[in-house]
């Protein structure tokens, strides 16, 4: 019998840590912009990190009027820090179609990344999150899988995986 | 943008976040990271005139106390966790969770005078 290989524990991502499946829209009903950042601010209600949806959705409206956070290639990483969130939270949302979201490529976006978290001083993690996000759909190959992931479970196994390449 | 009109406490904690904000953007580091990650920051004017809304909101004596204290704290209006107070993590006595004596919902910490908020 061949020896058996056990491959070294990788550590988990930033990302990884933060990726919950109550914070998971498989895919977005809404069709515009406004209504989309409604919707995932909407989650997070019910994923308890907080009780005043509205003033986050503020927070997140201030930022996106600051310019649009849609990175080009599908993607978008609406973010805000807020007094009214308990703790950092993702949402990873998606819209097969593809909701316009101001990207500077033109293109719809499909793959959502919204970051809440609320306002410390020194947060190198909020910063650390946004690159993480960056750098793991920066691969097409990565962004179609995302998106044909069947469920939380493989959509977060093939973040784990695009953060370790 | 929502125009709501808020609550006084409320317009408090979303002028907080306002303030947050715009330390990121006129921070230098911060600031260029966010653009070096691909993401567009534009003038911070409708930011401004956005603060001055939601300060005209806020009742006087507790925006000039929230004024006096963001010269100190980053975070001047705090939750409270359970019966801590989240901005210096002492313990609430019993008397600080009820309203205060000019009938607001909100009160200070006896210890770092930061203004608590229940969320």
């Given at each position: 019998m061949s020896p058996v290989t056990i491959?070294?524990?990788?550590?988990?991502?930033?990302?990884?840590?933060?990726?919950?499946?109550?914070?998971?829209?498989?895919?977005?009903?809404?069709?515009r912009k406004s209504s989309a950042l409604e919707?995932?601010?909407?989650?997070?209600?019910?994923?308890?990190?907080?009780?005043?949806?509205?003033?986050?959705?503020?927070?997140?409206?201030?930022?996106?009027?600051?310019?649009?956070t849609a990175l080009g290639k599908g993607i978008a990483v609406p973010h805000a820090r807020s007094t009214l969130v308990t703790e950092r939270a993702i949402v990873v949302a998606r819209s097969s179609k593809g909701i316009d979201f101001e990207s500077p490529d033109g293109l719809p976006s499909n793959l959502f990344f919204m970051i809440v978290a609320p306002p410390l001083e020194r947060d190198p993690v909020y910063l650390n999150l946004l690159a993480e996000i960056v750098r793991s759909v920066r691969l097409a190959k990565t962004r179609q899988?995302?998106?044909?992931?069947?469920?939380?479970?493989?959509?977060?196994?093939?973040?784990?995986?695009?953060?370790?390449? | 943008?929502?125009?709501?009109?808020?609550?006084?406490?409320?317009?408090?904690?979303?002028?907080?976040?306002?303030?947050?904000?715009?330390k990121e953007l006129r921070d230098p580091e911060m600031a260029s990271q966010e653009e070096k990650l691909g993401f567009s920051i534009e003038g911070i004017s409708?930011?401004?005139?956005?603060?001055?809304?939601?300060?005209?909101?806020?009742?006087?004596?507790l925006l000039q106390t929230y004024e006096r204290m963001s010269q100190r704290f980053f975070r001047v209006i705090v939750p409270i966790d359970g019966r801590v107070c989240s901005g210096c993590?002492?313990?609430?006595?019993?008397?600080?969770?009820?309203?205060?004596?000019?009938?607001?919902?909100?009160?200070?910490?006896?210890?770092?005078?930061?203004?608590?908020?229940?969320?």
């Open positions: 491959a070294p524990p990788r550590s988990k991502p930033l990302l990884w840590q933060h990726l919950q499946q109550a914070l998971f829209i498989s895919e977005l009903k809404s069709k919707e995932m601010v909407s989650v997070l209600a019910t994923g308890e990190v907080t009780r005043h949806p509205e003033g986050v959705l503020d927070a997140v409206r201030r930022r996106e009027a600051l310019g649009s899988r995302l998106l044909e992931a069947t469920n939380f479970v493989a959509l977060r196994r093939i973040l784990a995986e695009a953060s370790h390449e | 943008m929502s125009d709501v009109t808020f609550d006084p406490l409320d317009a408090l904690v979303q002028l907080q976040d306002v303030d947050c904000l715009l409708g930011l401004e005139r956005a603060r001055e809304r939601l300060a005209s909101q806020v009742d006087g004596r993590r002492i313990n609430l006595p019993t008397s600080s969770l009820g309203r205060n004596s000019e009938g607001a919902s909100y009160d200070l910490c006896e210890n770092c005078g930061r203004i608590l908020y229940r969320r």
